[in-house]
Every structure is written in C-alpha cells, then in structure tokens.
C-alpha cells in the first residue's frame, strides 16, 4: 500500500472547478441587470466577486493545497484564537459593522469581511486536530470507549464557545449548520453511539430554546410550514422564491430575464440566488447544480473513507460537510422544504469572504486527497 501524494483526486477538481465556474456565471447572469441599476454597469458586482472573492480565495487555496497538513495541526490552536478574536471583533464600535440588527461584519475603510466564514474553516481544523489527538490517547474504535468527562464535555464546551458568539451577533443559521459539521466529524470520529444520542437531544434541546428566548424565530417556523400566515412579512421571501422557481418551467426565462429580482425578491445576489438562477435556468439548470453539489459530497466522503491518516480524514469530512450541508440548507429553505436561515450557497451566492472561505477549505480538501491509499 502506497500513498498517492502526487496529485489531487481528479474527479473531485472536476466538480470543483464546474461548480466554481457555474457560479460566477450564474453571478454574472443574476447580478447584471441589478449592477446596472445601482452602480451604472452591468460588471461592478461580477467584477468585485473576481477581484475579492475569486482571486485572493485562489491565491490562498494554492498555497492551502502546497501547505504541510502536520504543520497545519500544530498550528491549529492559533488559527482558532485568531477567527474567535475576529468574530469578537464585529462587536467594537470602531471596526464592528452591523446591519438589519446583526452584527457579523468588521470594518477597515472600504474594506469589509465577514469573520464568521473564516471561523468555519479554523473551527473545522480545529476540531479535525482535537478529535485526532484524542483518538491517540483514549483509542477511539480500539474497543477502549472514551469517558464521557474526558471527551463529550469537552467537545461541548468548544461548540459552546462557537455557539456563544454567533448567537450574540445573532446569526443562528451559521451557528446549525457549524453544529452539523461538528456532529459530523465527532461521529466520524467512532464515538460511542451514546454520545451521538446525547448530542441529538441537546441539539433539539438548544433549538427550542432559542425559539422560546426569541420570538420571530417561531414565526419563521409558522410561515414555513404555512407561507400563507403572514404573506407580506415572514412568509414573503419563501412566496417570492416559490414563484421564482415555478415560473421558470423547464428551460427558464434565458439567462439575465428574471422578472422576481427587481424588487420582488428579497437578496437575489445573496441568499435567494438560486431561486433566481431557477426562474433563468429553469428545472434543468437548477437540476445540474444540484446534481453538481449531490456530486461534490458523494466524491468527497468516498475520498475521505480512503485516507488512511485521522487528521486529513476528519478535515476532509468537515470541509466536505460544510459545503454540502450550506447548499442543500440554502437549495431546501428556497424550494420550501426547510425553513429560511440566510445561509448563503457556496461558490454561487455574491459575497468575497465566503468564496475565499470556501476555497481555501478546497485548496486543504484536495491536499487531504493527496493522502489516499491505492
């Protein structure tokens, strides 16, 4: 058995890079007419995504995939404590930016990123590192199940810490799907069932306690499951989206004629893109990202089950959880079957640090692949 080091999994770069490539021109497409609108041209969005987004996230995917994996873990500690300061950061006066009561943005002149992104990938080296020690020394999967005090306390208490910041800025639908992934890599991890158990029920414990402590949060829940309660208030968006996606048929609008994204739907560019591509694309188009993405996790778990080390296999799960979960919560909450969160769909919806998040977790992803036993 020899490990293939030299090159990435190239059925995986191949999904990669169409994903990649379908959303700057499904951004292209979305964002012209609006761009022309607001700025004048019909580029400034699509040209902001390259320069801020796409660009520096190669760049630094790049240097993601040359980067040493062992150096990665024992550096991960910092790069936790370096994405938790920043996620502090968005609460002071002078560099925190808010908007619609959030608070999930920091500010340096014109330049704007939101640090929640970043936190995802750090928090996913992070536990990918953790989980990897602790199987070391308590034998994970050996027969030898870990003490509760020793493993599952303490993996609550790193979630609570994430869980503690998003939810004071609030930004609940980053802090579910980082919940996921965690379960995910913790499962991954061959924990006793036990654990996975007492995790199910506090989740759904936390839930519904956030629902209780924060009324519109109920409300989202009603409209979701009857957009018809309040049509003009919180079931607006998923009416509008619901109609963007219907009125696509099977071929679509063509590519730049949605009616819903002048004034009708709300976020077009951002949480909502997919509805708009649907109404362009129609049931083909929306058919082949979601195939795409469907493709994208399938390839990416059956990489992870072939690599042989634990810490580039729990960061390939975790960085294979993140962007399968965000885009099928993103697709489900705009096709009706999920309720909304605002979670944007990677490489697609319009924002510069969620495309470097993203590819940069790639750029580890397709290192993780290099690990592979033939």
Excluded at 145 to 157: D, G, K, N, R, V
Excluded at 249 to 272: A, C, N, T, W
Excluded at 331 to 340: F, K, N, R, T
């Amino acid at each position: 058995m020899q490990k293939k080091r030299n090159k990435p999994d190239l059925v995986l770069v191949a999904t990669i890079v169409l994903l990649v490539f379908l959303g700057i021109l499904v951004l292209a497409s979305v964002s012209a007419s609006f761009s022309r609108q607001k700025t004048g041209s019909t580029l400034f969005f699509l040209n902001h995504q390259l320069l801020f987004g796409l660009l520096p996230g190669l760049v630094l995917g790049g240097i993601a995939y040359m980067f040493s994996l062992k150096l990665l873990k024992k550096k991960s500690p910092l790069l936790l404590l370096g994405s938790l300061a920043a996620m502090g950061a968005v609460f002071l006066p002078v560099v925190g930016g808010a908007s619609g009561g959030a608070s999930r943005w920091i500010l340096l002149g014109s330049f704007s990123f939101q640090p929640s992104e970043l936190f995802k990938l750090a928090f996913i080296i992070y536990l990918a590192a953790w989980l990897d020690s602790r199987m070391e020394k308590r034998n994970f999967g050996k027969g030898k199940s870990p003490e509760f005090w020793q493993t599952l306390l303490p993996f609550l208490a790193i979630l609570g810490v994430a869980a503690l910041l998003l939810i004071a800025q609030p930004d609940l639908g980053t802090l579910i799907v980082l919940a996921l992934i965690a379960s995910i890599m913790y499962f991954s991890a061959k924990t006793p069932i036990s654990h996975i158990l007492a995790l199910g029920g506090l989740g759904i414990a936390a839930v519904l306690l956030l629902i209780k402590v924060a009324p519109y949060r109920m409300a989202r829940i009603q409209t979701f499951l009857d957009p018809s309660l309040d049509p003009l208030g919180s079931g607006y968006q998923i009416k509008q989206a619901l109609i963007s996606i219907g009125s696509g048929g099977l071929f679509g609008r063509g590519l730049g004629l949605s009616v819903q994204k002048f004034g009708f739907l709300p976020q077009p560019m951002s949480d909502s893109i997919f509805a708009v591509f649907s109404e362009e694309a129609g049931f083909i188009g929306a058919s082949l990202f979601v195939l795409l993405f469907l493709a994208f996790a399938l390839r990416g778990y059956f990489i992870a089950a072939a690599i042989k080390d634990r810490f580039p296999q729990l960061l390939a799960v975790g960085i294979v959880s993140w962007i399968s979960i965000q885009a099928f919560v993103n697709i489900g909450a705009l096709a009706g079957i999920l309720p909304l969160t605002g979670i944007p769909l990677p490489f697609v919806s319009y924002g510069g640090s969620a495309l470097v998040s993203e590819l940069i977790a790639i750029g580890l992803l397709l290192n993780a692949s290099r690990e592979q036993k033939t």
